[in-house]
Nanobody, 115 residues
């Protein structure tokens, strides 16, 4: 069983920054990719950023240039550095980890950006 523990969400003013962390623990063979999704009230869950085993990254157009995804392989942890936050970034942010056999989701962490 794999557990994902997220941290770093909170309330911030527009223009501010937050850093999200997601640590994976438990028994798993390997990690193929790690990603962050978000879901705003009344909206579908959307991909924010993804990082592959080889450290290639991809971002949603809405966050390019403002958000940076990174990982620490030794700690099985993925990070999302969020700068220049906007009120429209307000959502619950979810970590997703993909292994060769399963996909795992974190419990979600609330990010609220006030104007």
């Amino acid at each position: 069983q794999v557990q994902l523990v997220e941290s770093g969400g909170g309330l911030v003013q527009a223009g501010g920054s937050l850093r999200l962390s997601c640590a994976a623990s438990g028994r798993f063979f390997s990690i193929n990719n790690m990603a962050w999704y978000r879901q705003a009230p009344g909206s579908e869950r959307e991909l924010v950023a993804v990082i592959t085993r080889g450290a290639s990254t991809n971002y949603a157009d809405s966050v390019k240039g403002r958000f940076t995804i990174s990982k620490d392989n030794a700690k099985n942890t993925v990070y999302l550095q969020m700068n220049s936050l906007k009120p429209e970034d307000t959502a619950v942010y979810y970590c997703r980890v993909g292994t060769p056999y399963e996909i795992y989701w974190g419990q979600g962490t609330q990010v609220t950006v006030s104007s």
